[in-house]
């Protein structure tokens, strides 16, 4: 008999890891394809870390997965996700290695969409001729080459987010109000630039101004560990502004919010909103913004062979890795519960989302957050030193090396590390 199909829509890291997953608990009673535009998984959290060091982030920033999914026996195809039918169990694909290609259908048994979301750069006024960001290797090498190339003239610098559009449509009582989609990296390159700035004779972190559009930058790292990271910005140096709202437009002279406050900035490095991809708003799966609605279990609740995982995720908030790779690990055994793999008790095991995160400081050094008190637990954790940054550098090369397959034992070692020795 032919064996059930799962489809993953997206190759980084949700779609990577939940296709592992789904191969590593149901094994081979499965056949797993994954669609992708692209045939590289792009390791977007050390971009920044690039640009500032003066390297080419698509040297080192980008993994290819057709191999890495090969060895799982899992199917690639190249091609631009058009639209999808739940009903039917279809989804059109457009192939995208030569243009001409005609439109395909591809049937699911279990659908698994991870296609991360939109970052609407385009959604704000002045960002093409003013603004910068980290998000890929292409507005890295824009950012590169303008503090490298001699561009930036060591003016005021800005970095923060524009406001984040949450739905309310079957969202959870637990999971609060998102104002930013997620606000490590504002803070992790202000942190870091400030350093380099130092190092290249410029005012560092005197000259930059920290924003946001919420009552406090970064809230679901909980509020004791923002306290003392603020503390510790303002003691560098940092100016803070928050409450902002959003962003209205750049000029070349700053920025301008809704609540006509404005920002005086040479350098304005933008996180914009997140927002759902057009092929899944309107759709039965989808809130009323256009993000999949899951129950913990990461299934939609009216169509129980649909899943989501990752920033495309209604409950992914913020829209973190490491909450990814939480929903990834779920999606991988709910599946293998249903053809028999793993019994019902590991499957179901409760689940609270915890933040994990670790940003570059400069200086090899960074900062280590370890959080779920915004769900509603008690864990808050902060740590600032080099044996984070140590452990953010080895996770990127343990990522590669193994192709995505972080061994079980790495992340608890890694807690540990930074959580106990972390100077």
């Not at 689940?351 to 400081?361: S, Y």
């Amino acid at each position: 008999m032919t064996k059930p199909h799962v489809l993953v829509l997206g190759g980084n890291f949700a779609g990577l890891a939940a296709a592992q997953k789904i191969r590593k608990y149901a094994t081979d009673r499965v056949t797993i394809t994954v669609v992708d535009r692209k045939s590289y998984l792009l390791y977007i959290p050390n971009i920044g870390s690039e640009v500032l060091a003066n390297r080419d982030p698509a040297l080192s920033m980008q993994m290819p997965i057709i191999d890495v999914l090969h060895k799982d026996d899992i199917d690639f195809v190249q091609a631009d996700v058009e639209s999808l039918d739940v009903k039917s169990q279809t989804v059109t694909v457009l192939p995208g290695e030569r243009s001409g290609s005609t439109r395909e259908n591809l049937h699911y048994d279990y659908l698994v969409i991870a296609l991360g979301a939109r970052l609407a750069y385009d959604k704000i006024e002045g960002f093409a001729q003013y603004g910068h960001t980290v998000s890929d290797c292409y507005y890295g090498n824009a950012l590169r080459k303008y503090l490298h190339e001699g561009g930036y003239r060591g003016g005021p610098v800005a970095v923060g987010s524009a406001r984040f559009i949450q739905g309310r449509k079957g969202r959870p009582s637990w999971l609060p109000d998102a104002v930013a989609a997620c606000e490590g990296p504002p803070v992790e390159t202000a942190l870091s630039l400030a350093a380099w700035m130092t190092d290249h004779n410029f005012k560092g972190a005197s000259n930059i101004t920290l924003f946001t559009p919420a009552d406090m930058i970064a809230e679901d790292a909980g509020k004791n560990n923002v306290t003392a990271l603020l503390d510790a910005a303002s003691k560098m140096g940092f100016k803070y502004r928050n409450k902002l709202q959003d962003i209205r437009r750049l000029t070349a002279d700053g920025i301008e919010f809704v609540n006509s406050e404005t920002i005086e900035a040479e350098l304005k490095i933008i996180f914009p909103n997140w927002e759902p991809h057009a092929l899944l708003q309107g759709l039965p799966i989808s809130d009323e913004v256009g993000f999949v609605l899951t129950d913990m279990q990461m299934r939609n609740p009216d169509f129980p062979n649909v899943f989501a995982c990752g920033d495309c995720a209604a409950i992914t908030v913020p829209k973190l890795g490491s909450i990814a790779h939480q929903e990834c690990e779920i999606v991988g055994k709910q599946i293998a519960k249903e053809l028999g793999a793993i019994s019902a008790e590991l499957a179901d095991a409760s689940w609270l989302p915890e933040v994990l995160c670790i940003g570059d400081m400069g200086h090899q050094k960074a900062f280590y957050i370890h959080a779920n008190s915004w769900f509603g637990g008690d864990v808050e954790v902060l740590k600032m030193g080099h044996v984070p940054y140590m452990l953010k550098q080895s996770y990127k090369e343990m990522f590669f090396r193994s192709g995505g397959k972080i061994p079980a034992w790495s992340v608890p070692i890694a807690e540990w590390a930074a959580e106990s020795i972390a100077v």
